[in-house]
């Protein structure tokens, strides 16, 4: 069945504010005689903490765009980003928290698009919450969430990632990055997506150990030390992967909690010292396994 699909590009934020955002950068590059894009994070930058989520995406100059991707009776709200390259890129989709789409997924998604991959991060609860609900009303988003049903979930990945590979700028490969909801989601996508390329994993408890046979793509798993109810689920699925010759890399990060990535001042530094490490080991690991 065919994919029908509609796009709006993205609202450009308050000039004033980016206005703003331009002169505070500069004035903290000048202070420390640096040379960068005031609209640009440096290469190498990791994605903003939520409380900067907004204005990394306000002064961005990469192209985002909301698409609505429709096939049967799935209908799929999705931010896509775009990289800046002349070559076609691997897709990457950003499954979000268990708050739903908000801001900082969009901002993962943008870093990701400049680390050079199309990102997508799709609402899996579009035509349930309104657009502005995961960053305005959290607690209804997490309530909606829970009433998911996973094969629906896992159906509605697959469509966004096949919708991505067939994009004009697009390589044929796509891989899955999720965080806490979203990092159990993209372990169980590794299980129901044989044609999946990589899948990192955000926190996300793992699958129950007899569904692991059926993963095909290699997975790569980032945890935090403070986090016993998500760890625990780790060493029954390492021993399971390795027994099954599959690829299954794991890091827990000392002194990190839950929700490192988002919360970056947590933890009395030990978040951003995780974020640090994780980031740049999730770019060589789906280019490693998507391309680059």
Not at 203 to 217: E, H, N, Q, R, W
Request: aromatic share 8%; with cysteine; proline share 7%.
């Amino acid at each position: 069945m065919p994919i029908s699909v509609t796009t709006r590009a993205a609202r450009p934020g308050s000039a004033l504010f980016a206005s703003l955002a331009v002169i505070i950068s500069l004035g903290v590059c000048a202070a420390v005689g640096l040379s960068v894009r005031a609209d640009q994070p440096p290469a190498g930058a990791l994605p903003a903490g939520a409380p900067d989520a907004m204005t990394r995406l306000t002064s961005s100059p990469r192209h985002g765009e909301w698409v609505t991707i429709t096939q049967g009776a799935d209908t799929v709200r999705a931010w896509v980003v775009y990289p800046e390259r002349k070559t076609k890129a691997p897709v990457v989709v950003v499954i979000h928290e268990i708050f739903g789409l908000t801001n900082w997924i969009r901002g993962v998604a943008d870093q990701l698009a400049a680390d050079g991959f199309i990102a997508i991060a799709p609402d899996l609860m579009t035509g349930k919450i309104s657009q502005a609900t995961p960053d305005s009303a959290p607690q209804l988003a997490t309530a909606t969430i829970r009433t998911l049903k996973p094969e629906d979930v896992q159906r509605q990945i697959s469509l966004v990632g096949d919708y991505g590979m067939k994009l004009p700028a697009a390589a044929r490969k796509y891989g899955v990055v999720g965080f806490c909801w979203g990092g159990s989601t993209v372990f169980n996508h590794a299980v129901a997506a044989p044609g999946l390329g990589a899948s990192v994993v955000y926190y996300g408890t793992s699958p129950a150990t007899p569904s692991l046979a059926a993963i095909k793509a290699p997975v790569l798993g980032l945890y935090g030390e403070n986090d016993a109810r998500v760890n625990a689920t780790i060493p029954a699925a390492d021993s399971a992967m390795k027994a099954l010759n599959k690829t299954y890399e794991t890091k827990v990060f000392a002194g990190a909690g839950h929700g490192f990535l988002r919360q970056q001042d947590g933890q009395n530094g030990a978040n951003l010292s995780a974020t640090r490490e994780a980031w740049p080991m999730t770019l060589a690991f789906f280019r490693k396994h998507l391309g680059s």
